[in-house]
């Protein structure tokens, strides 16, 4: 009985709190909403560059006229069967400043189509399902089977950084080689036709693509948990108070914090590192300075946000909750397991709000693809942007706390 006591009073002072309240309402909702909208999405605008050297023509066979040439045009065939929502597609006249593109991060993949290309689809496609009546010229001929030769296919160059992206680029550019074939009613399948060099050469595991956002979600937990929760608990228990009072200013109350919780910060993100690459093996091709000033950036961030949120925090439950509730959205949308391609547009922005998205990808860039400081510039900047921002507004903070105090 002394227990349920003891729980209708806890129930009743929750009922009396209504930030609790809210809280308590809205965490399950958002984390369903944003759960359900950002995994649901399909690919969208991904960076595609086409060099197209297919001159369109096929010499074939017939019974009735000998050798006569088609016009097919059967790369601009597929061409128009690539979904404009999915790929944001831009032509190029050479094949090797296109691949290389793909290299240097500016596009997801590339795709060069021979200048046979048309030939040699229908060598194979008459090679496959023999002879074929079509109209020539105002007449029926029938194409003969020609001698089977070794086909010059396309060359797609991706980039399979990604082990969650590169397998919905190779479905959406197969669906639009089966869709050209089907037309040719031909017995090929589109892997026939691709010649698919990945720039990784699969040694990306999904592990590894996860790795860095894991470690910047750890990073994001731990910090933003452990100032917030300390600095409510030295509020409520008087020691915040009594330094604020002393002669010190309020933007020296805000560096020391940030001083002390990003040095334990630092020691728990190298112990993170460690431990990955140890037991794990995860990918790190980066430099560690590279990667130690990407985390020394995203965690003076947090210490603002944290300082922000311990001044609308009564106590540290209340802490706890406003914690979870940048945490929830934090991980879903800022593509720790969900690339951002694949959200729809409308939780996209969502994800440009958070820092672990620009930490994210900074340390991505950073640990698989060996990126140095100019590959993560806009990352960085951002990053310290918010670094700036969040310090400021948590000096704010402070000096309010020591007003009131």
Known sequence: MKSFVIAANILRRIGQDRRTLVLIAVLPLLFVLLYGYSFSGEPQNLKLTIVNQDNGLASVKTAELGRVTLSLFLAEAFIEQLNPT????????DADAAIAGVGRGEVVAALVFPQY??????????????????????????????????????????????PLLAPAILQALNAALSAMLSQQQAALEPENLLDVQLLYEGKIRTLDYTAPGIIGFAITLITVMLTAISIVRERTGGTLTRLLIAPVHAWEVTFGYTL??????????????LLSVLLFGIRFAGAPGSVALVIILFTIALQGIATLLSTIAKNEFQAMQFVLFILIPSIIVSGVFWPLEMMPPAIRPLAYLSPLTYANGALRKLM?????????????????????????????SMRRQAHSA
Do not use: H
């Not at 040095?263 to 728990?268: A, F, H, I, Y």
């Open 117 to 162: 290309f048309s030939q040699q689809v229908t060598n194979e496609v008459l090679r496959r399902v023999g002879e074929r009546t079509v109209t020539y010229e105002g007449r029926s001929v029938r194409l003969l089977p020609g001698e089977e030769s070794q086909m010059p296919i396309a060359t797609l160059r991706l980039d399979d950084s990604n």
């Open 260 to 273: 002390a919780f990003t040095s334990v910060g630092l020691l728990q993100v190298a112990e993170l590192f």
């Open 368 to 396: 698989l693809a060996a990126k140095g400081l100019s590959g993560v510039a806009f990352e960085v900047g951002v990053l310290a942007g918010f670094a700036v921002v969040m310090l400021v507004l948590g000096i704010v």
């Open 86 to 93: 999915t790929f944001d597609i831009t032509f190029a006249d």
